[in-house]
């Protein structure tokens, strides 16, 4: 963050310097990279110390605050209380922009989306497996011992793709056609 400190009939001493690094860090945390730049000016009239404090953010957002009292630190902390009022106010209307972001365009690779914009039925991968090679009646077999819906093998006989499906007590097999 750029820092332009200005002094009317004032001297800037280092521990004036201090003091405004100090107040301003208070905005730092708070609007973090968005803080580009800001301008202090100080200054000792008749009415007591007075701070005036404007802040560039991001987006071309300036922020400014002027208190006065009867020291440099109620002065500073006085506007630089009135910007962070202006900067949390800004960066709620910034994360409510943030959650408002319309759902990204489906992916062209071919791949379902899970997320809540997706239309049609919802696709979840559960997992991936190598088809083993076997009979008809080992896949029986590992079907009735293993207690899932169905098995996915590749037949041997016909080195093609087969489902065997568990129904009502019994199994039925699916086989592409030609």
């Known amino acids: 963050m750029r820092l332009v400190l200005t002094g009317r009939h004032v ?87 943030r959650r408002r972001k319309p759902p990204a365009a489906p992916a062209e690779d071919g791949e379902a989306t899970a997320g809540p914009a997706a239309r049609g039925p919802r696709i979840v991968r559960l997992s991936r497996v190598q088809f083993k090679p076997m009979s008809i009646e080992s896949a029986a077999m590992e079907l ?17 793709l087969s489902v065997l499906v568990r129904q009502a007590g019994q199994f039925g097999l699916v086989e592409p056609g030609k």
């Open 144 to 160: 009735s011992a293993s207690g899932e819906a169905f098995v996915l093998f590749r037949n041997v006989e016909t080195d093609g």
């Open 11 to 97: 001297d800037i001493t280092p521990g004036l310097r201090r003091l405004v690094d100090r107040k301003l860090a208070r905005l730092e945390r708070i609007l973090g990279n968005a803080l580009v730049s800001a301008q202090v000016k100080l200054a000792l009239d008749k009415t007591g110390h007075c701070a005036d404090v404007t802040v560039h953010a991001r987006g071309d957002h300036m922020l400014s605050g002027r208190a006065a009292g009867a020291t440099w630190t109620a002065a500073l902390s006085g506007s630089v209380e009135k910007i962070e009022n202006q900067a949390t106010h800004m960066k709620g209307k910034w994360d409510a922009r």
